[in-house]
Nanobody
Framework: QVQLVESGGGLVQAGGSLRLSCAAS????????MAWFRQAPGKEREFVGG????????VYADSGKGRFTISRDNAKNTVYLQMNSLKPEDTAVYYC????????????????WGQGTQVTVSS
């Protein structure tokens, strides 16, 4: 069993940065692939990026390539999402998720989910 708690969301102006954190409980965190998803009002949940248990490779959706960076610290049971050059269209609730095996882009492949953290980017 893995419990995930996101933090770091908030309100930021366009062009700004935020770093989201996802703290995991459980001794097996280091064996899980981790991912970030987001869901804007009226839209489906979409893959943002993911990182395999070893930290490599990382996978990103086109929307975040060059702006978002995912990293993990297995000693701290934490995964991060650094978001730079934020745009109003990045506004959404951001969720972290965990699964065994390798990163996948479908939300249905993930077993464990956090409660989400709101990111709002003003223009």
């Amino acid at each position: 069993q893995v419990q995930l708690v996101e933090s770091g969301g908030g309100l930021v102006q366009a062009g700004g940065s935020l770093r989201l954190s996802c703290a995991a409980s459980g001794r097996t965190f280091s064996t899980y692939a981790m991912a970030w998803f987001r869901q804007a009002p009226g839209k489906e949940r979409e893959f943002v990026g993911g990182i395999n248990w070893s930290g490599s490779p990382t996978v990103y959706a086109d929307s975040g390539k060059g702006r978002f960076t995912i990293s993990r610290d297995n000693a701290k049971n934490t995964v991060y999402l650094q978001m730079n050059s934020l745009k109003p269209e990045d506004t959404a609730v951001y969720y972290c998720a965990a699964k065994g095996g390798v990163v996948r882009t479908r939300s249905s492949d993930y077993t464990y989910w956090g409660q989400g953290t709101q990111v709002t980017v003003s223009s």
